[in-house]
């Protein structure tokens, strides 16, 4: 579900990185390196309609009580 989701999202404009790692010690922990040239790029792939879909599929799939968003900026 989430391979087939990151193809996708790796092809839109603006799109850097989709990276999806599994935690060693608990498979069922996942971490996913995104990122994006900018902002609206960013905000193209929220609206990409694929995106809906696998968002309400992962909801049914997460454990804990939210998934948890960490924004970065770039520096050097």
């Known amino acids: 579900m989430i391979c087939d989701f990151g193809e996708k999202v790796r092809t839109e404009p603006g799109n ?32 990409m309609p694929y995106g809906g879909p696998f968002n309400a599929r992962l909801e049914e799939r997460i454990e804990e ?10 520096i050097g």
């Open 16 to 47: 850097r990185v989709f990276d999806v790692y599994r935690h060693s010690d608990d498979p069922a922990k996942f971490f996913v390196m995104e990122a994006y040239v900018d902002e609206e790029a960013f905000q193209t792939h929220l609206g």
């Open 65 to 74: 009580p939210h998934s948890v968003l960490t924004f970065l900026d770039q």
